[in-house]
């Protein structure tokens, strides 16, 4: 089968950083898309990454390893507003999009 | 530009009512998704479209049916709705299919069926 993990939920203070992790097992690897998603409202796009090493955008950065199955997405400098759902997901062989369950962020002032 | 709008927001039906869910996208996008999202688990495709007139099964397709007749809208059908379809629904909406290309999403509906 094909899943996705990141862990479910977690807490941080507003300020500091926080890392998210994503491990995947899919049917080939065309790509990693990181999105966030605020409760009750859609998906938006955060960042793609296909090639190994770590891609950075203002205070999001977002790491892959193919050969480990693994990425991450690092927030610096947290924010109130940062309190979100971060939704990983993996373009397989077939080019079909899998997605994890996301993680749940929670930021304490 | 709107972007990917979906209609309407928020539904409530009895068990073996029938609906239909649009979505309607103004950026002359190719490929467009329906998906479900539910407590605890990621997003999951029901069905997908390529291109005006064409739809394809997704991961979770029974008791849906979909139809592209013009690019810029793709419908989704419940034909005799169930309460395990109460969920959220999200329309998406691609460019191209180079892997890089972002998908686009609506705002949602949230579908309560009793």
């Known amino acids: 089968g094909q899943n996705i993990d990141q862990p479910t939920e977690m807490t941080a203070t507003e300020g500091a950083i926080v890392q998210i992790n994503c491990t995947y097992q899919t049917s080939g690897f065309n790509g990693l898309f990181w999105y966030q998603q605020h409760a009750g409202e859609a998906p938006t796009f955060l960042s793609y990454?296909?090639l190994d090493g770590l891609e950075e955008k203002g205070r999001f950065s977002s790491f892959l390893s193919r050969s480990k199955g693994y990425s991450y997405l690092l927030l610096k400098e947290l924010q109130m507003k940062d309190s979100a759902s971060y939704l990983c997901?993996?373009?397989?062989?077939?080019?079909?999009?899998?997605w994890g369950a996301g993680t749940k962020l929670i930021i304490k002032p | 530009n709107a972007g990917v709008t979906q209609t309407p927001k928020f539904r409530v039906l009895k068990t073996g009512q029938s609906m239909t869910l649009l979505c309607a996208q103004d950026m002359n996008h190719e490929y467009m998704y329906w998906y479900r999202q539910d407590p605890g688990m990621g997003l999951r495709l029901i069905h997908y479209?390529?291109?005006?007139?064409?739809?394809a099964k997704g991961e979770v397709p029974d008791g849906y049916n979909v139809s592209r007749l013009k690019k810029q809208n793709f419908l989704l059908g419940l034909e005799s709705a169930a309460p395990s379809q109460t969920s959220v629904y999200f329309c998406a909406s691609r460019r191209g299919q180079a892997d890089q290309e972002t998908q686009y999403f609506g705002p949602g509906t949230r579908l309560l069926v009793l």
């Open positions: 479209s390529v291109g005006e007139g064409t739809t």
């Open positions: 990454n296909v």
């Open positions: 997901a993996v373009i397989n062989s077939n080019y079909q999009l899998i």
